[in-house]
């Protein structure tokens, strides 16, 4: 399950992602905002993250203009790893060595194009383990 949450400057990146994860085979969850009319960040980052935590092995993206805002929001959750990503190798990277499993996007500063390969590299790559999992572990265990 990928969930997915935007505020008002993140809809049309939002609507294109569920189109093509959709397409990749994966199920979505819309957990909103819905139109471009103004609403509070927080509460769409705060939602995505604790459905993310709420349901192992699951995955979240979230969009905000910068993406800066809601990946403050989605890290403040317990139990989620949230990365901001601008490049597909940071897409893919912060599955592998970070174990991430909230992806954040910024709809003003990476296309439509971009963003939809971030999310495929996010969505597609798996935690590498090995030397990578003591470093999530301390991470995990700082959180307790």
Excluded: Q, W
């Excluded at 399950?1 to 990146?13: F, P, R, T």
């Excluded at 939602?47 to 403040?76: F, P, Y």
């Excluded at 590299?121 to 030397?131: P, V």
């Amino acid at each position: 399950m990928v969930y997915i949450g935007c505020d008002h400057g993140g809809v049309e990146l939002k609507n294109k992602l569920i189109d093509y994860i959709e397409a990749m085979g994966e199920e979505v969850k819309d957990l909103g905002a819905c139109t471009s009319e103004s609403v509070d960040y927080p509460d769409y980052g705060f939602a995505v993250g604790e459905a993310v935590a709420k349901d192992g092995g699951s995955r979240g993206i979230v969009i905000c203009k910068t993406g800066v805002g809601m990946s403050i929001c989605a890290n403040k959750v317990k139990g989620v790893r949230c990365a901001l990503c601008t490049s597909v190798d940071m897409g893919r990277l912060c599955r592998e060595h970070n174990d991430a499993n909230v992806l954040a996007l910024g709809a003003s500063n990476t296309s439509a194009e971009t963003a939809l390969e971030i999310a495929k590299a996010f969505l597609t790559a798996e935690f590498a383990g090995g030397r990578h999992a003591n470093r999530v572990g301390k991470i995990v265990s700082y959180e307790e």
